[in-house]
């Protein structure tokens, strides 16, 4: 037992390297964590007595537990068991896949990265790039929802900046868990969206076990009181309108909702507008393809977000007018009772979110403009002033004694894109930009032309 016993250099120092993971993994490692989480925990009880929906335990319950909750669900494992035996694969291959699929979903909410990183990146990118409008009764509908609810926002998607504002804007009431598509599953930003607490969606897959794990997490984060935000037209509008609403996420949690149980699901219609989208021309081009393939590329997103970042610290002006956000009344999954089909709640929510359509200086003068080639501005601004009154008092964000001023706002900012010009006194919608102009025009459309909420 004393003697001596001599070793290669390399495989002193390879001993010395294992010892040193297994101490780390075994006694200092969860000792930190232990530590950091206990800080955490103190930290959330602080943030929660200044929101008004606090951050339940399910969306502050460790990653591997949630997956394994759900892959180990009675649902999921039914579902695995139908997949074996239709792919004629055993029973372990097909768990592991229902494994894959439950990391591929599950995010891993940090409330530090949420409140202190993602609240403060949206709030300072929204209001750099748009004056932001939020409806006089957004607050009073969001205070009169029960409390023990789970809100779900139900939104129109013109831009990907609706993440950014309705972020921004939910802030000091509540966190909120975004399904987002594909785009987002590239690194660093797959991270980043995981931690703010989104969760991905393959848009494409039709396989019924990833659909049955997805459908449970949904169900699972519902009715664990986790506030959410979904897009029923299941992508951006490709010419400005409302599209029809895909059944998708309703569907699961209309199925996994239970009447008799503790919390109610409250959809709050939200509807978002914009004097200027930013990916207009990007979108119009895909709609005049007949795809959906958007060449923008992520180079471009970051060197915008950073040009606009520099602006704002040099105190430049950034922004391209006015971004607004309106509440519609929201809709009671309890009280519309267990029997309600899944497409007419979409039909009703989008005709809420349609009813509520912010209208903005931009698609107002687009709409003016578009009714008449060449237009003064003593006509134009008559116009929309007409078209200001046809529509409902609580959609309009511009006041009538301000409208000389937006107008002109509006008519500098279209001039400057050369969208529009002047001549003798007199607009004009230069040549082939008349889609541009139509793009806006569509977003109030259905206030004038008798379209359903949803036709495209």
């Known amino acids: 037992m004393t003697q001596t016993v001599q070793l290669p250099l390399w495989l002193f120092i390879l001993i010395l390297l294992f010892a040193a993971v297994t101490a780390l993994s075994h006694f200092l490692l969860p000792s930190v964590r232990w530590f950091f989480r206990r800080r955490l925990e103190k930290a959330v009880k602080r943030l929660n007595t200044r929101l008004k929906r606090p951050i339940e335990p399910f969306k502050l319950a460790r990653r591997y537990d949630m997956i394994q909750r759900l892959i180990y669900d009675p649902e999921v494992s039914t579902e695995i068991v139908n997949y074996a035996r239709k792919n004629k694969v055993p029973e372990n291959v097909a768990f592991e896949k229902a494994r894959i699929y439950a990391?591929?979903?599950?995010?891993?909410?940090?409330?530090?990265?949420?409140?202190?990183?993602?609240?403060?990146?949206?709030?300072?990118?929204?209001?750099?790039?748009?004056?932001?409008?939020?409806?006089?009764?957004?607050?009073?509908?969001?205070?009169?929802?029960?409390?023990?609810?789970?809100?779900?926002?139900?939104?129109?998607?013109?831009?990907?900046?609706?993440?950014?504002?309705?972020?921004?804007?939910?802030?000091?009431?509540?966190?909120?868990?975004?399904?987002?598509?594909?785009?987002?599953r590239v690194w660093p930003l797959s991270w980043l969206i995981k931690s703010l607490g989104a969760y991905f969606i393959r848009r494409q897959s039709r396989g019924a076990l990833y659909r049955k794990v997805l459908a449970r997490y949904v169900q699972m984060a519902t009715a664990g009181g986790v506030n959410q935000a979904f897009y029923p037209e299941g992508g951006l509008s490709?010419?400005?309108?409302?599209?029809?609403?895909?059944?998708?996420?309703?569907?699961?949690?209309?199925?996994?909702?239970?009447?008799?149980?503790?919390?109610?699901?409250?959809?709050?219609?939200?509807?978002?507008?914009?004097?200027?989208?930013?990916?207009?021309?990007?979108?119009?081009?895909?709609?005049?393809?007949?795809?959906?393939?958007?060449?923008?590329?992520?180079?471009?997103?970051?060197?915008?977000?950073?040009?606009?970042?520099?602006?704002?610290?040099?105190?430049?002006?950034?922004?391209?007018?006015?971004?607004?956000?309106?509440?519609?009344?929201?809709?009671?999954?309890?009280?519309?009772?267990?029997?309600?089909?899944?497409?007419?709640?979409?039909?009703?929510?989008?005709?809420?979110?349609?009813?509520?359509?912010?209208?903005?200086?931009?698609?107002?003068?687009?709409?003016?403009?578009?009714?008449e080639d060449g237009v003064d501005d003593e006509t134009l601004q008559k116009r929309s002033i007409e078209i200001l009154n046809a529509v409902p008092q609580a959609c309009r964000v511009v006041a009538e004694d301000q409208m000389s001023q937006e107008i002109g706002r509006a008519l500098k900012g279209l001039a400057g894109r050369e969208l529009i010009e002047k001549r003798d006194g007199v607009w004009h919608i230069l040549p082939e930009q008349q889609l541009v102009l139509q793009f806006y025009a569509n977003s109030i459309a259905h206030y004038f032309d008798g379209d359903a909420a949803t036709a495209k």
């Open 103 to 184: 990391r591929e979903i599950v995010p891993s909410f940090s409330a530090f990265t949420y409140f202190s990183f993602g609240i403060r990146l949206a709030r300072t990118l929204a209001k750099s790039v748009y004056r932001i409008e939020t409806a006089e009764t957004n607050e009073r509908i969001f205070n009169d929802i029960p409390e023990p609810a789970t809100v779900v926002f139900v939104m129109n998607h013109r831009s990907n900046m609706d993440y950014m504002l309705v972020t921004y804007l939910a802030a000091r009431d509540s966190a909120l868990s975004y399904a987002v598509g594909e785009w987002a």
């Open 238 to 371: 490709l010419d400005g309108r409302l599209r029809p609403p895909k059944l998708g996420l309703m569907s699961y949690l209309v199925e996994g909702f239970d009447p008799q149980g503790e919390r109610d699901v409250v959809f709050v219609p939200v509807a978002i507008n914009y004097d200027r989208v930013l990916e207009d021309k990007v979108l119009i081009a895909a709609d005049q393809r007949g795809d959906r393939r958007f060449g923008a590329r992520i180079t471009v997103v970051v060197g915008f977000v950073l040009r606009k970042l520099w602006q704002r610290l040099t105190r430049q002006e950034t922004r391209f007018g006015v971004a607004a956000v309106a509440f519609g009344e929201p809709l009671s999954l309890r009280e519309v009772g267990q029997g309600a089909q899944t497409d007419a709640l979409l039909e009703e929510l989008m005709s809420r979110i349609a009813n509520t359509m912010p209208v903005l200086a931009v698609p107002t003068v687009a709409r003016a403009l578009l009714s």
